[in-house]
């Protein structure tokens, strides 16, 4: 049974190196058939040159969804990998545009799939055209990420650090759900590993005070 593994996330992140660093390493050095799906709202616009406008924002989320879908039909594949979902798309629609619509769809497709990493906050915000305005944006999206999949009682998991211990906690995620291990025994994917955080905090001031002092290594 293939497993659907979502990354979600504001701007400025780390979904999509997460995304491509853990199906490069499910690939290569684990042994599954990974297929990673896109962000489908980057391409978008890249496409047009611009941003969607509130009426496109639908058919952009609907196209996600399906794309993931397709990928975890296809034969022979052990895991997808998702660069978003049309949760995020919806998230955005409530920030910019006020609207709710699109938010039934998008937690019904996201219940559905097999897990869901959420992205803490702890990379510096970056600018990026189109695609980014502002950290303010970024833990916006962040808080309604959270309550909306803690209102449909949607269990995710929050990734911490950068590089390597990123991409461990994924791994570890993703061989829980498999139940194997998938930590690899390279000795620089453990220098500076980051221990497990709640998963359940919906305070990301605390949940980030808690990672800090977990790597400080503090009682």
């Known amino acids: ?45 890249e496409t047009r040159g611009r941003a969607p406008q509130a009426h496109e924002q639908v058919a952009i989320a609907h196209e996600q969804t399906r794309l993931i879908q397709q990928a975890a039909q296809e034969p022979g594949v052990d895991v997808v990998v998702a660069d978003t979902t049309a949760l995020v798309v919806a998230a955005y629609s409530v920030h910019y545009f006020n609207d709710r619509s699109l938010l039934p769809a998008a937690l019904d497709a996201q219940r559905g799939f097999g897990l869901t990493l959420l992205m803490g906050l702890d990379l510096p915000w970056q600018p990026d055209g189109l695609f980014r305005e502002s950290v303010a944006v970024r833990d916006a999206i962040d808080t309604l990420l959270r309550h909306e999949m ?18 461990q906690q994924a791994l570890r995620a993703v061989g829980n759900q498999l139940g ?27 949940e980030h005070r808690l990672f800090t002092r977990l790597v400080r290594g503090e009682a």
């Open 1 to 45: 049974m293939t497993l659907t593994v979502t990354l979600l996330g504001g701007e400025s992140t780390g979904k999509s190196s997460l995304a491509q660093a853990l199906h490069e390493q499910l690939n290569r050095s684990v042994g599954l058939s990974s297929v990673l799906v896109g962000e489908h709202l980057r391409h978008w616009c």
């Open 180 to 206: 194997r291990s998938l930590v690899p025994s390279d000795p620089s994917l453990s220098e500076g590993r980051v221990p497990w955080n709640c998963e359940k905090c919906s305070d990301p001031v605390c």
């Open 150 to 167: 803690q209102t449909a009682q949607i269990p995710f998991q929050t990734v911490y650090g950068q590089g390597p211990a990123r991409l």
